[in-house]
Structure formats: C-alpha cells, structure tokens
C-alpha cells in the first residue's frame, strides 16, 4: 500500500517545520499524488454511502410476531332490557324525588339456542325490584352440544303509555352490559323529565361515573361520580338533580367493577297536553362516521300545526344532536337521504364547537322516512329527535340513536308494538345484503345497495336473525297512532369475540 | 567422546579445536546420534578411533551410554571419560586443565570445565548447577562476563554435560546418565548421584569449552519459552519423585496435578500465556512417569551417603533471592517515555470536568432516585444473589418462562449490580451519572495513544462525551448502546496494546466481551475490525487471536439456541427491555441521528417557534467540520492511521443502517429494529478517529479546525442534552418496584406469586405476558423470549387464559389461575386511542368477572386481584447450576473469565516493560526507522 510508505518518509514532525522540507524530489511527488488520490477515493466512498443510504431502498426482515387467536369459551349471554317507563313522584304526586314505574312493558326476547331465562332486577330505586316492571335480565347459556358455536340473543320491549300526562310510545332493545357509554338525547328544561337509569345485571357492584355534556360545555355537578350500582340492581337519577334547565344535554356513563346498562327516560309535558314519553337507547361512542337510519317523519302538518303554540313546542322540530369531545371547531358533513330512494337526499356542512352539545335543526321534510349520516374529521356522537302528532290525537317524539355498524351475523327482536319496520342503511360504498331468518321460519334476502336504505316491515314480537350482513347500520320504528317510537340494532355483545392474543 | 546430532555448522570448529589440544585423548570415539545432516561425513573425515552410529535418535546421555556399549576399549584403572557435545569446542588446554585438577584430588569423580558462549567466547554460558531447596535447577552462573570472578570456586553440587570429565567406574557403577532425563538436568542428576555415591564434583575453571546451548537445545534448531519451560519442568518432577523419601512419595504424587494447574495460574498472571499447555503436560507426564522405579533403584543401589552431604550445595534462598533481584535488573527498561500528552497538563482533565458537570446537569435528578425505568430500563433485581441467578443456562422466568440460556448482557448487569451490591439498581443510575465523564476519559486516553500534541485528545473526548448516539442511547433509556460508547475507545486502545501485551490481549478480551454482551449488533464490525488488525499485525497472531475468546464463551449457549431455532439474525437482538421503535431513514442516520428526529434538533426547533424542516439542515452544518477535516486527513499523512479510522466510521454506518433493517425483537404485535445508536458509535468511532488522525497531522495549525469542529459537536447535543435535563425523556426515576406496591407486598411472600399483564394492541389484539414476584427485572430479559416467533404449549396455555379473562367466558379462569399461580391481572393505561376499545373490552371483562376483585389505578396501570387465590406450586425450571448442562457452562464460562481476568492483571514489573514497549511501537508506528523489532515484551 503506498500510504504506507508516505508514512514512512514522511513522519508527522517533518509538517511542523516546513521551512526545514526536503525539496521536492520525484518520489516525494508521486507520494502526495497517491495521497490525493486516496483522498479522492475516500471522499467519493463517503459521498455514495451517504447518497445510497438516503436513495437505495433497502429489504427489511422482519419477523411475525407470534400470536394466537383465542376464542373464548362461550359464556351465558345477558342482556337487560329497561323495564317500565317511569315517573317521577307517584301517582298522587308525592315524593317528587322518587322514580315510580307506569305500568309495565311487553318485553320479548329469544335466542338461538331457544333455552332462556329471564328475571327481573332484584333491586331498584323505582321501588320496581323483583317486579315485573323491573328491568328484565334474559341470559341464556351456551349451547352444551356446540359451546364454541355464536350464541345469538336478543330482545325488544314496547310500552304504549296513556296515564296522567303521560302518553307515547316508549321501545327500547334489551342492551348489554359496558362499562362505557354514550347516551345523546332529554333535556332538563321546564316540562321535560329526564332520568338516567342504570342497570347492573351483574355480580358485582358497578362503580359509575357520570359525565354531563350541555350546550355551554361540560357541566359540573355534585353526585356525579362515585355512584354505586348494587349487582343485579338498578339505579335511577334526575339529570335535573345535576343541573336543571339543560336543554341539549350528552350523558357519557362509565362504569368500574360490574358493568351496566345505562339509558334515558324522556317525557314532556308542555303546560298541561303531554307531549310523549321515551326510552333513549345508547348511541355510538364518538366516531368519525355516524350513520341514523330509521329517521321516521309521520304527522308533520299535524306537528307543524301544533307548533304555533310557542316557545314550549320548539323541541316539535326535527334536530340532529351533535357533541364532539375535545376542543375547537370540526366541520361536519351532514347528509339526510330519503329511504324511499325516489328523490335525492340533501347534504351540507355545519361547523360545530367541539366540547359543547349543538342541536341542529332538520327542517323542511316531508312525511316519509331518512337515513342520516354524520361525517367529520374527528370522532364525535350524533343522535336524532323526531316528533309526530295526529290532529286532535296524541303527541310524541323518539330519540334516534347512531346505529353501530353490523357486520357478520346479528339477531333483533321486533318490539310488540304497533307497525314494526326494520330500516337497513348501507353507508357505505359498496353493494351489501343481508339474509333475515325470522323466528316463526321464514327467510327473506334483502340487498341494500350502496347508500341507500331498504325498509323491511317486521311481524312484531319475532325475532330476526340476521346473516350475512354487510357493512349495514340498522334500526327499527314503530309507528301507529301519533306515537312514535324507533330503536337501534346492536351488534353482538363484542366481549366474546375471538380476540387475539400476542406473547 | 564426542556426541553429534545434526551439528554439522558446529563440528569443524568443535573437531579442529579438538585435534588441537595440548594433551590429546588417548582414545576418540565418535558417536553419531543419526544426523540428518552432514555431520557423520565430518565425523568420518576426522577419523576417530572408533566411530558410533546410534540407531535412532539417543539422548545425550544415551548415546554414550550406547557407544561404551558397542565400541569403549576395554576398562583399564583410573580411566576418565571426557563427554563432549558437537558444540563443545575445548579450548587447546581445556582437557590438560581438566586432568590436572582430577589428578591432584583422587576424590574427584566428575569435573566440569567452564562453559562459554559459542559466539561470545568471553561469556560465561554454564559454570556449575545446583539445587534450590525445592529440587529446582538452578544455573550457578549465566551470561556473565568472565572476569575471572568465579576463578576460585571448586566444589559444586553440578556440572553441565557438555565438557564433563568422568571417572569410567564411577559412570558405569551409577549406570551413567537417566535415561528419563533425556536433556535438562541429565549432567546435575549424575552429578548429585555421584556425591551421594560418595565422590566429588568440581568445576575446572581453567578449563573453557564453548557451548551453543544448553542442553535442551542439544541437536535442536530452537526451542520455544514454552517447550523449554516443559521440559525443565519435567526434569525436576522427574527428580523430585527419585529424590523423594519413600513416605512422601504419595504427598508428592498427589499433590503433582494440583500444583501444575497452580503454577498454570502464577504464569497467567506472569503474563506468560504459552507455558501453560508445557506446564499442564509435564505435570500430567510427571504423574505418569514409567522412569521413576528404575531411577530410584539405582539410586539407592549406588547411594552411599545421606542427602546431608550435599545440603551445603544447595543454594539458600537468601542467595537465589539475590540472584533474581540480579535478573530483573538486567530485564527493567532504562528509557522512559515523554512524547505523549499528559491527561491534566494535556487538559484531559478539564473535559473529564466539563462533561462531568454537564452529566450532573442534565441526570443529576437521577441521582436520588432508587432505580430508573422506561425505554429500554427497568429495575434491576434487589440482591446481588437475584442478579447472579439470572445468568447461565437456566429457567427464564419471563413470558410464560422457558428454559434457556441468559443473554450476555445479563452477566454484565450482574457484574454491574455486585459493584453497587447495596442496591444494584444504583449501577445503572451510576452508569447515567458517569458515562459522559467516562467517555472523555476513554475517548481521551485513546485519541492520547496516537497523538503527540494536545489537541486532538481533547477534541476527541469532547466528541466522545457530547456524541448524539451517547446522549440519544442515554434519552432512549438503550443502556447497553450506552456502555458500548463508554468502552469502544478502551476496546480499540486494549487492541492495538494487545499486539505487545499479552496483558492488554486479555483486556481487550474483557472489553470486547462486554462490548459484544452490550450491543450484540456491533459484533460483525468488531470482527471484521479484529481480522484486519490480524493480518496488519502477523506477528501478534498468538495475541491477538485470543481477543474474542470470552466474547465466543458467554454468546456460545446463545448462539446454540438461537441456531437451533434457525433464527440467527436474532443474536443481533438488542438485550433489555424491548422498546418500541421505527425505521430510521439512513440520511438520518448519516447525520448521526439514530431516531427519525434529526438529533432532537426537530422537537427543539418546533418549541422555540422554527420550522422543524430546517433541522436536518443545522445538523448537517454543525457536523460539516467534523466531516470535511474527517475526510481531510486522507490528504494528510498518517493515512495507515485514516484509512483504517473511516473504514470503522463506514462498518459502523453499514452497522447501523442494516441494524435498521433488521427487526427480529417483538414487541406485543410488532416489531422493533435493532437499535441505531450503537452502530452510529461505531461511525462516531471513526469520525472521531480521522479527526485525530488529521488534527495530529496538522500539528501547530490544528486549533482553528480543532475549535470550529469541536464547537459543531458540542452544538449538534444541546436539543438530546436539554431534552434530558428537562426530563422530556422516555427514561424516569423508578421507587424501584416493577408492579404495583399491593403486588410488590403480596410478592415478598411469594416469590413465585404471579401477575399477568395484559397490554392492548392498536390491532386490538392483546399481549398476555406474565410477571413472577416482584416483576421481570432489567436482568431477567432475554432477547431469546423478545425474539421467539414459536408458541410453546405453555404461550398458548397463557394466551388461551388471557384470551378469555380478557372476554366474558363460560372458561374456568379461577383453575387456570391457581394452577399458573396467578393472583393478579394488570392492564397498563392506554397510550393512545388506537388501544381505546380493547382496554375498555378488556376492563369490562375484568371488571365484570366475579372471582376477580377491582384494586383501582396504580402507577403501573389498572389493577385487579384474585382473592381466591390459593398457593400453590408455579410452572417452574431448574436453575442455572440445577442441570448439568447448566452447571458445565457456568464452569465453563467461569474458567474462561477466571484465566482471563488473571492474565489482565497488571503485575507492576511488567507493566514497566510494556509501557517501555509500548513506545518502542509507537515509535514503529510513527514511522521512523526501526532496524529490530523490539523483543516479545513477556515472553
């Protein structure tokens, strides 16, 4: 190597005394050439490492990580169904603080493997416990023959209400146990009664925080937090107990120990007509596409008609609720398509102040039926109210749940209650169907095109299982009379779904 | 008599000298001990009386034994033998000196002429032999200028063979020399045979025979320290067990093994390497040695006096203490060395404060703290028996636990935590505090080695000690990238020693060993590096061969395993807590940025309000000193020292850039590249390197390029340093408990008490791993668990439990919980919303579950307990020293570090000579001219 010799010749003290340099001899020339030629060498070397390093794309070995999938062993199913409509003082009208039941509901259920039990919570702040207006726990166990096959469960109640001022519909599907959810819908204004209720079907007794989200943010309030829901117990609460006059009030309930079903109860009374009653199911937790089938508009000249008499019959409008968590301003993307499919939806932006509930009024629909989908670029919770009235004949309103997407099998249960239909929404972009078997044999295929809604009209009090499904949102209406109820279709309880498992 | 074996380049000197005394031998009688090469011709043309021809190669003493056999006159009276060797050339009066003296002293049955240097006629080689109390040999006189001082002495215990003159009965009756000590000892042994038989021994001095030799070279070309060492020591085994009274007999033969592999160690720390394999073997031989009954026969047939009468001729250890305060003398170098820079003069020290202070600065809040944790770190375990227990071959109590074998990285936490035996965790804080002190002193006596004038140490060190791939391995929590940083400079000091010290061989050893344990990633660089200084340096094979030997032991079982499962590129594996981690972009990497973050300059330039774009920008133009004098010094001198510095920087880089590449370490459902930092040391290494190399050949005009790359160094860590000292590190100080106090204090009873975390995935998977006792601490990692793509049936037991504790489920979790021990379930908070909906799945099904009660949030994450637990026995494995497997590597590997660490020790005689060597080298190095390679500085 000839940098070997330049050292040699050239030892380092001789650059420290440049005046004392040997002249410049041949050899001395061809040394300093090979010295520049290996710093050129060098330099280039460094400038195409560096340059490859940035350009050249590389493999990369990856390993996989091991995982796997277990499916847990199927447990009993459980799901509580809220039990009778309630009021606040009984029926003289003492004890204002106090939740008493109306009546009870026509609560109907069934499961694949057809062995069910049901039985009331034995412990309620309704004084209902035990009875049967008490919310209903129906589990059933897993099929000893076949333990890993999907156990399918599900129920629907319908209460058709008519004491005092009381009158409506109320329907609700019997729900699962969480420990997180999201209810959008009530209000604490005069003449509106709102009651949380919290079911724990459970061995253990649920702690429970609340959250309140209004139209000026999030509000604080003493007893929100720290409740304790005793197993196999229901409480009931006032949202006016955390604060009155709340007109868009958001509720997000999350439980520790066992876990509950929670709901809101909606009744309105304006000055003396009442103005329905509900049961408002839990909607979706904040996500960046809510989808509400079954936005059920009947009566609307009727309603229309009623509300000339003043501020009090404002909430007759039909309005979408909208609340997204966090702070600042989030564009959405608001469309509201007929389900009839004769004429083309609407679709429009409305910027809403994250951190504070926004109602936003859907005006000018005609009688029929509408899916409506939310869409925007953060996670946010999205409910509906729709009003119907009939001259000279009742009024009501039902709270309209986001419907989580289904997909795979799911089972529903049309509530005993007046004109079931099932509304199956494809917001997506691509053509699905669903396969419906309902309890008494009868199968019907049903494609939903992309964007659009199929109408199923449903026996009332069978149940339904769904195969097949798609990405579908579904929910179902009840209608008959001026009232109106509408709820929802859950998707498999997710806690026993395989989950995979990595080391 | 005259012996020849292959001594033609001797034998006409010895034959003429012969031919020319002055009292002729009456008889000559020639033996050939069958010469290879021309020496029987000239045996021939001298015409002896008689001429012998051995058949096969004959011992000295064999061979005249053989030739009074075959060819001796008959005896006649007071006949002498005069035993000459082919190199033993008399002087012309040497054998009428020799007869003089015999004829004069009718007692005297062997005398022994003076032995002088063949080539140095006026140097005493051999004047007479003696015993220490120990039975050793020991010369009287050796290699000192004759000036007639030893003129006076007579009676000695010994003489050597060479010029020996014997009585003919008397060698006959003591049946001549022992045939089992063919050479060394040979003449002494009949020498004290004959005064126990009654005779005496004298020395002539008048008499002068020249000699090439002693006698173990006889008819040998050369003779290694070694094989010289074996057979003296085999001589005086030899002895020893003819000497020996009968009832010591067994002491001595028990005792003949141990004492080798004693004298084995004593060499080692000697610093003499080779003489253990001789030793080892003359030992054994020793024990085994066939010769022992015929020599003790015919010593006791010929003894005649006690072993009193030759007790005045054994040297008193008084003298023999003098006699090696003489030979150190001689070896002690005379010159010292000055060139170098001094560490405090040389302001080695200033930078040593300035980064110690800095490290105060910016971990001084560390210091409090009982352990540390996050990124790569966890606490280590409490007891310094805790740490040992987690090397070797063994149960590994991590994950659903297999039996393997322990990651060399554990062997040097355990090394580190029995430093800190009060509180192991403590090492690792300390290795926080110290290590940008440390790399300056590292960095500084390394770039010192190579430099004559201050600057380019000082530079060095302040780019070793502000080096981003430190400061970003420190921020990350990579503690082992962190000790490879710290020791690299020393590794590469050890080595380029270890081509003169057998010393620093084994130094270098230790350093790669826990270099390679560090950061396994740097190990194919090292060897590439290794190889090439081995054939640079062909004449320290022996040295520098050694140096991964106790990197090879503790990767040997690691290497097995991870062969075994065909998954070699895991031994790359970076050890430690796994650390989730990204791709990084090689220009990234080019601007010495292991992370995607251009050195944290993106973060820092978005808090002060810039645009974080502009950061690789900075980077660059701070770090363009560095580079452009780096490559500079190709154009300067010293490029045997440059190229070699930017071939380091370019393996260090490729190191890096495939280390990114490479991701075999799992984390829950991904997976993690092997960490950059420690590759980007490695090109920091070469940088550095260069940068030395050209500020050295810059001499006087290195300040202005010294300061400006000095300044962009210390410029390019300000975001990584101001990012620790605002603890906007993943690293933070740890109470020193790995799970949750209430588990911490169930644990102190239970020590196999289990815990089972579950980790949501953003895929929403789970990652079920189970922590025994106190937690899986920093030394019970294993990268063989962190890179296993195989379930076991124990994973798939584990996952099957969590899959359904984390689910409602109709499955028995109460049993499978008493029967894996498990008496808590932990899920840690979420990070982000990607995991949102399995933590809540996951809390649900916990919450909701009966047998299982709710503890609440701890610092670890959220916590529940199984109260029906019951104790019972855990799915457990042998220890490391429960299997034989286990116990053979533990020794193995022990043995391997033991003899290691002994030859590393400093003796302070020889670290005298090496430093004296050592400049001899640099000398060799610098270039000037060196016409002799100086001598093997131990051997």
Redesign the interface.
Known sequence: ?P??D???????QE??LPETRKPVTARGVAIVSA??V??L???G??AV??A???L?P???????????L???????QQLVCPGAVLRLADESGAGATTASAIGQPDTRYFSSTGAIDASPLTESDASTGGSASAPTVISTP?DQAD?TQQLLLSGAQAQSVAADEFVGLAAADCGV????TWLAGGSTSVGRTTLLTLSNP???P?TVNVELFGENGAISAPGTSGIIVPASGQRVLSLAGFQPDIVSPVVHVS?????VVADLQESIVRGLDPGGVDIIGPTT?PSLRNVIPGLLLVGVAAVQALRVGGAAYDDLSTVLRMFAPGTGTVTTTISVIPEDGAANGTSFSYDIEAGRVVDVPIGDLADGSYTVSVVSPVPLIAAARVSSAVAGGPTDFAWLAAAAELTGNAQFTAAPGPSPVLHLANAGTVDASATLAAQDGTTTVVPVSAGSTVLVPLTPGLTYAATGLGALHAAITLTGGGTVARYAVHPP??????????? | MLVARNGAQYLPRTLAALAAQTRRPDAVIYVDASSSDGSAGLLIEAAPTQLVTTPGRRSFGGAIAHALQVAAPAPVDNEWLWLLGHDNAPDSRALSALLGAVEVAPSVAVAGPKLMRWDEPDVIASFGETVTRFGRSVELVAGELDQAQYDIQSDILGVAAGGMLVRRQVWIALGGFDPSLPSVDAALDFSVRARLAGHRVIGVPSARVASAGPAELFGRRSLSAGAQNRIGRSAQLHRRFVYAPPLAMPLHWLSVVPLAIGRSLLHLIAKRPTFIGGELAAGIAGAFDGGVPGARANLRRSRRLGWAAIGALRMPWSDLRELRAQERAAASPSRADSTRPGFFAGGGAWVVLVAAVGSVVAFGKFAGAAALAGGGLAPLSATVAGLWSHVGYGWRDIGSGFVGAADPFSYLLAVLGSITFWSPSFSIIAIYLLAMPLSAITAWWCAARFSTRPWAPVVAAIAWAAAPPLLASLDGGHVGAVLAHVLLPALVLATVNAARSWSMTAVAGLLFAAVAASAPVLVPALLVAWLAWLFAKPRSFMRLIGIPIPAAALFAPLVFQQLARGNWLALFADPGVPVAGTMTPGWQLALASPDAGSNGWDAFLASIGMTPAFAPVVVAVLLAPLAVIALLALFLPGSPRTIPALVIALLGFATAIIGTHVEVTIVGSATTPIWAGSGLSLYWLGLVGALTVALEALGRRAAMPATLAGIGMVLVAIPLFTAAAGGAIPVFESNGRLLPAFVSAEALTNASLGTLELSPQPDGGIAATLHRGPGTTLDEQSTLNATDTATSKADVRLATLAGNIASRSGFDIAGELDALQIAFVLVPHAVDDSVAATHQRVSDALDGNRILSPVGDTANGYLWHYTAFAAGKAPSGPGPTETTTGLGILIGQGVIFGLTLLLAIPTTRRRRVRSARATADERDDAGEYELVEPEDADA
């Open positions: 190597m940098d070997q330049d050292d040699d010749i050239f030892p380092e650059d420290d010295r520049v290996t710093g060498i060098g330099v070397i460094a490492t560096i490859a390093s940035a050249v590389l493999p990369s070995i990856h390993s996989t990580p091991p995982s796997m277990v499916t847990p062993v199927p447990t009993a897993p333990p146990a969480n420990g997180d459970t061995e253990v649920a439980s520790t120990g066992g876990q937790s309880g997710a806690s026993s779904s395989p989950v995979i498992v990595y080391r």
